[in-house]
């Protein structure tokens, strides 16, 4: 790789940044707001700050021979991704990108009744945000069949680390859904979703779809739990199904309610990655150890029992 174009340079993408500039690649990283990307052109990296929510706003791109990691999430409201799909009327008005990986979410795959889902599973999410990533996979693939530009997909499960740990969740107490009622879900270590997205733009070839995970699921009452453990945190209490979709906010309930075991042997056995992080307890160790201290010294929950 030695141009690359990240669309949405956020948390991840500047993990991704920072690893394509160690190959000495040039690095172009699209960006909203103009202090972020005063802050990426600080760092050494050329931004542009730019929305995608109107096709018209949007500057000419100059794209050829670029790798694009498309990392921008859909915006909330509806079943299409309006983004994506403004993004892509720019990519025809260009000239020829090299490759295009687009991190997509496991949501696609819906609730699975706490079933495997490989790469092969039914696509049939029942969340609007799994309907507009759908949405996006679709356009770029078609994007794709007609510029010829290859188009790689990862669909990735929740990510975590330095900066994505519950912290304000653990410490105001928030409910967390029984364990016995909470099924698997699950998770990638920040770092190693960056590793795993350069390994899919090297190696990946047209149509690639691989399924981004740690390959160790576990409820996601055990991972706020754990999480809660290695911070230091009373553990937060829990209520049944029926009480958590009263008490919780809609989004975490659609995260608990719905729940599946990702395969990620594809993604191991193609792109031939090894994870740092491969079990939770290694990937929060490191994750805790990069915590501000003032965080971790927030006041915690003190209350017993049922909020």
Same mark, same amino acid.
């Given at each position: 790789?030695?141009?690359?174009?990240i669309a949405g340079c956020g948390y991840i993408g500047e993990r991704i940044a920072r690893l394509c500039r160690e190959t000495g690649a040039e690095v172009t990283c699209?960006?909203?707001?103009?202090?972020?990307?005063?802050?990426?052109?600080?760092?050494?990296?050329?931004?542009?700050?730019?929305?995608?929510?109107?096709?018209?706003?949007?500057?000419?791109?100059?794209?050829?021979?670029?790798?694009?990691?498309? +990392?921008?999430?859909?915006?909330?409201?509806?079943?299409?991704? /309006?983004?994506?799909?403004?993004?892509?009327?720019?990519?025809?008005?260009? *000239?020829?990108?090299?490759?295009?990986?687009?991190?997509? %979410?496991?949501s696609v795959y819906g609730a699975a009744g706490g079933e495997v889902v490989t790469e092969e599973s039914p696509t049939l999410p029942d969340t609007a945000m799994g309907?507009?990533?759908?949405?996006? *996979?679709?356009?770029?693939?078609?994007?794709?069949?007609?510029?010829?530009?290859?188009?790689?997909?990862?669909?990735?499960?929740?990510?975590?680390?330095?900066?994505? +740990?519950?912290?304000?969740?653990? /410490?105001?107490?928030?409910?967390?859904?029984? *364990?016995?009622?909470?099924?698997?879900?699950?998770?990638? &270590?920040?770092?190693?979703? %960056?590793?795993?997205?350069?390994? %899919?733009? *090297?190696?990946?070839?047209?149509?690639?779809?691989?399924?981004?995970?740690?390959? &160790?699921?576990?409820?996601?009452?055990?991972?706020?739990?754990?999480? %809660?453990?290695?911070?230091?945190?009373p553990r937060q209490p829990q209520v049944t199904m029926s009480e958590a979709r009263i008490v919780m906010p809609p989004l975490l309930f659609s995260y608990v309610s719905?729940?599946?075991?990702?395969?990620?042997?594809?993604?191991?056995?193609?792109?031939?990655?090894?994870?740092?992080?491969?079990? +939770?307890?290694?990937?929060?160790?490191?994750?805790? /150890?990069?915590?501000?201290?003032?965080?971790?010294?927030?006041?915690?929950?003190?209350?017993?029992?049922? +909020?």
């Amino acid at each position: 790789m030695t141009k690359v174009f990240i669309a949405g340079c956020g948390y991840i993408g500047e993990r991704i940044a920072r690893l394509c500039r160690e190959t000495g690649a040039e690095v172009t990283c699209m960006v909203r707001s103009p202090e972020h990307a005063s802050r990426l052109e600080s760092a050494g990296f050329t931004a542009i700050a730019t929305a995608l929510d109107d096709s018209d706003a949007l500057s000419a791109l100059n794209l050829a021979d670029h790798i694009i990691f498309y +990392l921008v999430p859909p915006p909330g409201g509806g079943i299409i991704d /309006s983004r994506t799909r403004n993004f892509i009327v720019q990519l025809a008005k260009a *000239e020829r990108p090299a490759k295009i990986v687009y991190m997509s %979410a496991t949501s696609v795959y819906g609730a699975a009744g706490g079933e495997v889902v490989t790469e092969e599973s039914p696509t049939l999410p029942d969340t609007a945000m799994g309907k507009r990533r759908l949405d996006a *996979e679709a356009a770029f693939r078609d994007y794709g069949a007609v510029s010829g530009i290859p188009v790689v997909i990862l669909r990735v499960s929740g990510i975590y680390g330095p900066g994505r +740990l519950p912290l304000m969740q653990i /410490s105001q107490g928030q409910p967390l859904l029984n *364990e016995d009622e909470s099924g698997p879900s699950n998770r990638i &270590h920040a770092d190693d979703l %960056a590793a795993v997205s350069i390994a %899919a733009a *090297e190696k990946g070839t047209d149509g690639d779809l691989f399924n981004v995970s740690d390959g &160790h699921p576990s409820s996601m009452t055990s991972y706020f739990n754990a999480c %809660a453990d290695a911070l230091g945190f009373p553990r937060q209490p829990q209520v049944t199904m029926s009480e958590a979709r009263i008490v919780m906010p809609p989004l975490l309930f659609s995260y608990v309610s719905q729940s599946r075991i990702v395969d990620n042997s594809r993604m191991l056995n193609c792109l031939n990655v090894k994870l740092r992080y491969a079990t +939770l307890d290694k990937g929060l160790a490191a994750s805790v /150890s990069q915590v501000p201290v003032q965080l971790i010294n927030l006041p915690k929950y003190q209350g017993t029992g049922i +909020l």
